[in-house]
């Protein structure tokens, strides 16, 4: 099974940035969509993006949509989500997880239609 490994978390200032990277191996994520969820504690898993596995559709939850970029390089197994403009409640735990090609656009932010998670990295925005 292809194993998805999360990095770039870290602790950031309020307005910063940071790119965090999913790297795949054991395997191709290139015919799947990709998609970033986030967790607070005490919350539930919250939809940030999905990107297609050309890249050429990319979807955001509207917490970040503005301020956030999803992109893919299928040569290299690997895809980054860009946050800008960072603020105190994008803190939580980032988790990348590959969907089927036959996700339904309407099911891309719920998070049981994706069948392979990383295990997260984690973001702390100081105020």
């Known amino acids: 099974q292809v194993q998805l490994v999360e990095s770039g978390g870290g602790l950031v200032q309020t307005g910063g940035s940071l790119t965090l990277s999913c790297a795949a191996s054991?395997?191709?994520?290139?015919?799947?969509?990709v998609g970033w969820f986030r967790q607070a504690p005490g919350k539930e898993r919250e939809f940030v993006a999905t990107i297609s596995w050309r890249g050429g559709s990319t979807y955001y939850g509207d917490s970040v949509k503005g301020r956030a970029a999803i992109s893919r390089d299928n040569t290299k197994n690997t895809v980054n989500l860009q946050v800008d403009s960072l603020k105190p409640e994008d803190t939580g735990v980032y988790y990348c997880a590959s969907g089927p090609l036959t996700m339904m656009v309407s099911s891309i932010n719920t998070p049981k239609e994706y069948q392979n998670w990383g295990r997260g990295t984690q973001v702390t925005v100081s105020s």
């Open positions: 054991g395997g191709t994520i290139e015919r799947s969509y």
